[in-house]
C-alpha cells in the first residue's frame, strides 16, 4: 500500500509529536537563468517544499547553454549524471565535470555554468543552505 502526500506537504504524526518520512511525489519546474531554455526540478528547497536548510534539483542543460557568473552565498554539491558540465573560476583553467564526477563549490566563490558539449549535461545540484534567488548574486550583464 502506497500513501500519496501531497507535493509541500508536511506531515506530523499525531502520537507524542513524531514526524514521518515525507514523500515527494513530484518537483516544481523553477525558471532558469542563461541564453538557452534549462529544466530545473526543483524536490527539495523553497519552492517545492518551503525548506530553507537544503535543496535538492534535477537540472537538464541543452547543448551550447550559459548562465551569467554568480557568487553565492551557499555550498554547492553537483553531481552530474549525463555529459559534461563547465564551471569557470576565477583561479584558474575551467573544470570540465563528466558524467559519474562530483564538484563543490563554496560560499563566495565565483564561477559561472555552462554545458558547451553536444548532448548538453543532466545533473544533480545539491545547495545549503537551500538556493535561493537573493543570495545566488548573479553577475549584471
Request: hydrophobic share 35%.
Amino acid at each position: 500500500m502506497s500513501i500519496r502526500i501531497p507535493k509541500a506537504q508536511v506531515e506530523v504524526w499525531p502520537i507524542k509529536g513524531m514526524s514521518m518520512p515525507n514523500l515527494i511525489t513530484s518537483p516544481t519546474i523553477v525558471q532558469a537563468q542563461g541564453n538557452k531554455p534549462k529544466q530545473i526540478r526543483e524536490y527539495v528547497g523553497r519552492v517545492n517544499t518551503g525548506t530553507t536548510g537544503v535543496s535538492i534539483a534535477h537540472m537538464t542543460s541543452p547543448p551550447g547553454w550559459i548562465e551569467p557568473g554568480q557568487r553565492p552565498e551557499f555550498t554547492e554539491y553537483t553531481l552530474v549524471l549525463k555529459g559534461m558540465l563547465r564551471i569557470e573560476h576565477e583561479l584558474g583553467e575551467p573544470m570540465e565535470v563528466c558524467a559519474g564526477q562530483c564538484v563543490i563549490t563554496l560560499p563566495g566563490e565565483w564561477v559561472r555554468y555552462s554545458t558547451p558539449e553536444p548532448e548538453g549535461a543532466e545533473y544533480i545540484a545539491v545547495c545549503v543552505p537551500a538556493f535561493s534567488p537573493d543570495t545566488v548574486f548573479r553577475d549584471s550583464e
